[in-house]
């Protein structure tokens, strides 16, 4: 069983950086989209970032300018840099990869964002 495995969370002040990564267990092929979703307590996980195949990419409108989605093929990882973070980023972030017609998910990585 295909596993995605995330990396990169944890605890930063507002202002502050992190780089989030998600690859998987094994080598997948046929991979689509890839991207994130967060939730944060007592919310609905919603979309932060996708990525196609192609490199097209979308965001929400809360992080765009701050947030940026990149994807490397050969070694199927996706990763979230992630600027200027804000208080209400604060959420577990989910990764997740489109393939063989199927949606893998990540476990989540925790992003707490001090004020």
């Known amino acids: 069983q295909v596993q995605l495995v995330e990396s990169g969370g944890g605890l930063v002040q507002a202002g502050g950086s992190l780089r989030l990564s998600c690859t998987t267990s094994e080598t997948i092929f046929s991979i689509n989209d890839m991207g994130w979703y967060r939730q944060a307590p007592g919310n609905q996980r919603e979309l932060v970032a996708g990525i196609t195949s192609a490199g097209s990419t979308n965001y929400a409108d809360s992080v765009k300018g701050r947030f940026t989605i990149s994807r490397d093929n050969a070694k199927n990882t996706v990763f979230l840099q992630m600027n200027v973070l804000k208080p209400e980023d604060t959420a577990d972030y989910y990764c997740?990869?489109?393939?063989?017609?199927?949606?893998?998910w990540g476990k989540g990585t925790l992003v707490t964002v001090s004020s």
């Open positions: 997740y990869i489109d393939a063989n017609r199927r949606r893998y």
